[in-house]
């Protein structure tokens, strides 16, 4: 009876021992702390399956749209790769979105009218929209500048237009129509009568060239000198930047109204 009691408690003790250990080796190796991977440029679907196998688990906590990179990868991570971390601990990724980011146009600066240059550098700083020229057309006022905005086939923004409520993805292309100098159509003004000074100061204002300057042989002084004939003629139709040809006479015409 004595040696059986005391090999059960031999048994006992063995028992106590080897769970103590397991206990340990187990307690050990739960606390353990893993190097995390890296899931950065991953897709979700991927990370997570790497993630499960590691007894840790993908958490998506914000999305963001990338020009150029596909939705559903993994663009930032919270806790850092290749941070200590334990087991089951959760993993915060923000991750690239399928669809693009959309801004009304109400939301952008004023466009026309506004030198290209400084609009295409603010929408593709602020915003993310690129702009593209698509034609120029005459206007009175300084060239490069918009007159015109077209997205999607529709025009947004003109001298009348500027639609608001329109959404414009990020990433998307504007389309520009710019001002230029020459090109606009008016009626050829008569400078007879007028002296070089004026006719001159008239041309520059209307964005039209003297080109030959025909003088008689009175012209001594051209500033002084005045226009009696023209080509083209008065009232005919000209485009800015055309060259006009002048005739010139020292004499005042006889039949210049003296007002």
């Excluded at 590691?54 to 990338?66: A, H, R």
């Excluded at 506004?114 to 300084?142: C, M």
């Excluded at 007028?194 to 008689?216: R, V």
């Amino acid at each position: 009876m004595f040696w059986r009691n005391l090999g059960l408690i031999a048994l006992f003790l063995l028992g106590v021992l080897l769970v103590v250990i397991l206990f340990l080796r187990w307690y050990t190796h739960h606390g353990q702390s893993l190097e995390l991977p890296d899931y950065i440029g991953q897709t979700v679907e991927v990370a997570a399956k790497d993630a499960h196998k590691n007894s840790f688990e993908i958490k998506v906590v914000d999305s963001v749209f990338m020009v150029g990179k596909e939705g559903g990868v993994i663009i930032d991570q919270n806790p850092k790769p290749d941070s200590q971390v334990k087991q089951k601990r959760k993993i915060y990724v923000t991750v690239s979105k399928h669809s693009a980011d959309q801004i009304p146009l109400g939301r952008l600066p004023v466009l026309y009218g506004k030198s290209y240059e400084r609009k295409t550098k603010e929408l593709k700083q602020g915003f993310e929209i690129n702009t593209k020229i698509v034609g120029r057309k005459y206007d009175a006022g300084a060239p490069e500048h918009i007159l015109e905005v077209i997205y999607d086939g529709q025009t947004i923004v003109s001298t009348d237009v500027r639609k608001d409520d329109v959404l414009i993805d990020k990433g998307g292309t504007l389309e520009m129509i710019l001002s230029k100098e020459t090109g606009g159509s008016l009626s050829m003004p008569d400078l007879s009568c007028k002296s070089y000074d004026e006719a001159a100061f008239q041309m520059q204002t209307l964005n039209l060239i003297i080109g030959d300057e025909i003088k008689d042989n009175t012209v001594k002084n051209i500033d002084a000198a005045y226009v009696y004939n023209q080509v083209p003629s008065p009232e005919s139709r000209v485009y800015t930047g055309d060259t006009v040809k002048i005739y010139l006479t020292q004499i005042k015409p006889a039949d210049c109204n003296e007002n």
